[in-house]
């Protein structure tokens, strides 16, 4: 026959257990919201290729988020000289995920034709200008 204090101890153990396996005791779960929001940008360089027709490529580096952040795919837009990139991630709202960042470096094609001129690149909240000649 265990003693009652012993049973004590068993049962705390128990619970502790539980609470670090991801039992009843574990943090708030998830809320089901997603959030969609821009990755940090870190970098912006500009190329420009001496191709015909003239490409342009970005490279940008960056960090996506911790481990419950999924990168989205790229967005482009145009509107005459100005070119936007959109980088989004997805994550749930109150998730506990580990907190590694995940980095992002990647070099893009800018859509369409760029004929001599000035341009402005925007991605997400870094622009930078570049001329084409």
Do not use: H, W
Not at 79 to 108: H, M
């Amino acid at each position: 026959m265990r003693s009652p204090r012993l049973a004590s101890v068993g049962c705390l153990l128990a619970l502790i257990a539980a609470g670090a396996c991801g039992g009843a005791v574990s943090p708030a779960r998830p809320d089901g919201t997603i959030v969609v929001e821009p990755i940090q940008i870190d970098s912006v360089t500009v190329s420009v290729a001496a191709l015909s027709p003239v490409r342009v490529f970005a490279r940008v580096t960056g960090v996506v988020g911790d481990g419950c952040a999924t990168l989205l795919p790229i967005e482009q837009r145009r509107a005459g000289p100005q070119v936007t990139v959109e980088i989004k991630r997805q994550r749930p709202r109150a998730a506990v995920c580990t907190q590694i960042a995940r980095l992002f470096d990647e070099t893009i094609a800018l859509d369409g034709e760029f004929p001599p001129g000035s341009y402005a690149l925007q991605v997400n909240a870094v622009t930078r200008r570049f001329v084409v000649e």
